[in-house]
Each structure stands twice: as structure tokens, then as C-alpha cells.
């Protein structure tokens, strides 16, 4: 079968279904990256989630940075600033496409904190949204600490203000208020005194809503599994045809020592 394998059209076959089976391992082994990275991911936060909120202040001026504050519960008091407040475009919950309210708590320093206070059906006004308008002076929120949803230097600030983002991009929002902004933002979980209706505050992302990176994986080594057994088929097969019929040039012998009318004799 050695030289069988040696014809071009078989070299070239090969090449391709090495070339996509290692394809297909790579991407069912980034899946499995992907679950290692999911799995730490849920494990933090299950870890941080203390039922027992912190003053975020505390945790801001601490010396663990921006990695050892995410998904912790906190308190905040302060001041919502509307002037300021963005649209997270796009959002769903409960079945139904809106956006979310993002606006700066002001807190007792000065600073500021971007809080998520949840959902609002879509409507072509701008920021602040009339409808959706925080309680008007000093407010108590709770809520867990979420790191921006843009990494901190992956992107160019816009030029000027924006009112809407797709994604929660702190770097951007903190060129565009006259604070000092937080790292990170807060979802909020309740508020005293709270809103009138809207908007609706959103659930903490759940964990079974995340990819199936393990059925993809599987589906992707399996893949590469077909396409190297199923090339091994074929060549077996062709190899068969050629030697029942009898055909010196694709057997593995040497062609020179084909005994001449063997065929006819065998007949």
C-alpha cells in the first residue's frame, strides 16, 4: 500500500485531512481552554458573593486593586448624577429587547462609581431617560462589583462625549465626567429609596446561560475523528478495487516482476 499512497492525488488528499483534522483539535482544544477559564470564572464568584456587603469605599482605596475588588457585594451612598448617565444598548430581559441605565453614583469624596440600575424598553430619547429617573437626592444602592466590560486600555477613547455604548466601557465614560471614576461599576441589586417602576433592576448573570465549551469540544475532536478514520476508509477501499483487478502500477510489488498473462492464467 506504500506506493498505493505515493500517488499524488492520494499525498494530496492526506495533506488536507491532516491539515483539517488538526484544525478541528486545535478549536475542540480551545473549548476546553475556554471551560478551564469558565469554571475559574464561576468559582470566584461564588467565592465573593459574602452575603454580607462591604462599604464600597473600603474596598476601592484597599491595596488589592481592581482584580481583588470584582464580584464582591458592596454599599454605596450617594448622589446619582443624570447629567452623565449612558444607554447600554441592546439588553434583554425576561424575553423582551431594551437597554440598560448606566449613571454615575457621586460618593461622599467625590468620586464616582458607574452603576448599572437595570432595564428599560427601547425609546428614542437620549440619556437621562425621563422615565427612568433615579430618586432625586442622597440614595442607599447595594450591588456586586463588575470589572468593565471593555478592558482598561484595549480601545481609544472616543473624541468627544458618547451617550450610548454596546458594551459598559469605563476608560471611555470616566474622559466624559469631571470625577474620578471607579474601575469598576456596580449592578445594582436594591435601592433605598427605590424607583418607581422603572428601570428594572437586572438579575445577576446566571451561570447555566453560559456556551456548552465542553459539547463543543466533543463535536469538534469528533470531527477530526471522521476526517482521519474516514480518509483511512477510502484509501482501504481504493487499494481493494486496485488489487482485484489486477493492476501492477497500484499494488505494492514491483510492476518489472509482473509474471506477463498471469491474469489470463489465473482465468
Avoid: C
Avoid at 499525498?11 to 481552554?33: C, E, I, M, Y
Avoid at 469558565?38 to 461564588?46: D, F, G, I, K, P
Avoid at 454615575?104 to 437620549?126: E, M, N
Avoid at 481504493?238 to 491474469?263: H, I
Amino acid at each position: 500500500m506504500g506506493r498505493f499512497l505515493l500517488r499524488p492525488r492520494w499525498l494530496a488528499g492526506l495533506g488536507l485531512v491532516l491539515l483539517v483534522a488538526v484544525s478541528f483539535v486545535r478549536l475542540g482544544l480551545w473549548q476546553l481552554d475556554r471551560l478551564r477559564q469558565r469554571q475559574a470564572y464561576e468559582s470566584l464568584v461564588a467565592q465573593r458573593l459574602d452575603p454580607t456587603p462591604s462599604p464600597v469605599e473600603e474596598l476601592l482605596t484597599s491595596d488589592g486593586g481592581e482584580e481583588a475588588i470584582r464580584f464582591r457585594r458592596v454599599t454605596a451612598e450617594g448622589t446619582f448624577d443624570t447629567q452623565h448617565e449612558v444607554i447600554l444598548y441592546g439588553r434583554t430581559q425576561d424575553g423582551r429587547t431594551g437597554n440598560h441605565v448606566l449613571t454615575p453614583l457621586v460618593l461622599d469624596d467625590g468620586t464616582a462609581i458607574a452603576v448599572d440600575r437595570g432595564w428599560v424598553p427601547f425609546a428614542d430619547d437620549a440619556p437621562p431617560v425621563v422615565d427612568a429617573a433615579p430618586p432625586a437626592g442622597r440614595v442607599h444602592v447595594t450591588g456586586v462589583l463588575f470589572p468593565s466590560e471593555v478592558p482598561l486600555g484595549d480601545e481609544a477613547s472616543p473624541p468627544s462625549p458618547v451617550t450610548t455604548f454596546a458594551r459598559v466601557d469605563l476608560e471611555a465614560l470616566s474622559a466624559q465626567v469631571p470625577y474620578a471614576l471607579a474601575p469598576v461599576y456596580l449592578l445594582l441589586g436594591s435601592q433605598d429609596p427605590a424607583s418607581s417602576g422603572l428601570p428594572r433592576i437586572a438579575p445577576l448573570p446566571d451561570p447555566a446561560d453560559s456556551p456548552p465549551h465542553l459539547s463543543y469540544a466533543i463535536q469538534w475532536l469528533t470531527f477530526a475523528t471522521i476526517a482521519v478514520v474516514g480518509f483511512v476508509v477510502l484509501v482501504r477501499r481504493e487499494y481493494g478495487r486496485s488489487t482485484q483487478v489486477g493492476d501492477p502500477t497500484e499494488a505494492d510489488g514491483d510492476p518489472s516482476t509482473a509474471v506477463p498473462g498471469r491474469d489470463r492464467m489465473r482465468g
